[in-house]
């Protein structure tokens, strides 16, 4: 089993940045590909970045793509999620996911979740 942490939520203006943390305990964290989805107010939740195990590969939605990085640091088992440009509908929770297929990320199959941290956007 893997646990899965988040923190780094909180209320920012639009425009400014942003960066998330997910912390692994429980199992080596670099066995495991890993991602984040977000869930806006009234949405269904849906697909941000994902990462690879080694982190040498990086996948991202549309609508972060180019002003959002996805990276980890497996030494300390923590996945990161900065945004910069931040504009209100990113608010949103956001969650981190794992597993042991990179593929099964981008779908929301993940086999491990986090809770959640929220994120506010105010214009």
């Known amino acids: 089993q893997v646990q899965l942490v988040e923190s780094g939520g909180g209320l920012v203006q639009a425009g400014g940045s942003l960066r998330l943390s997910c912390t692994a305990s429980g199992h080596p964290f670099s066995e495991y590909a890993a991602g984040w989805f977000r869930q806006r107010p009234g949405k269904e939740r849906e697909f941000v970045a994902r990462i690879t195990p080694s982190g040498g590969t990086q996948r991202y939605a549309d609508s972060v793509q180019g002003r959002s990085t996805i990276s980890r640091d497996n030494a300390k088992n923590t996945m990161y999620l900065e945004i910069d440009s931040l504009k209100p509908e990113d608010t949103a929770v956001y969650y981190c996911?794992?597993?042991?297929?990179?593929?099964?990320?981008?779908?929301?199959?993940?086999?491990?979740w986090g809770q959640g941290t929220q994120v506010t956007v105010s214009s």
């Open positions: 996911t794992a597993d042991t297929l990179f593929s099964r990320i981008l779908y929301g199959l993940g086999t491990f």
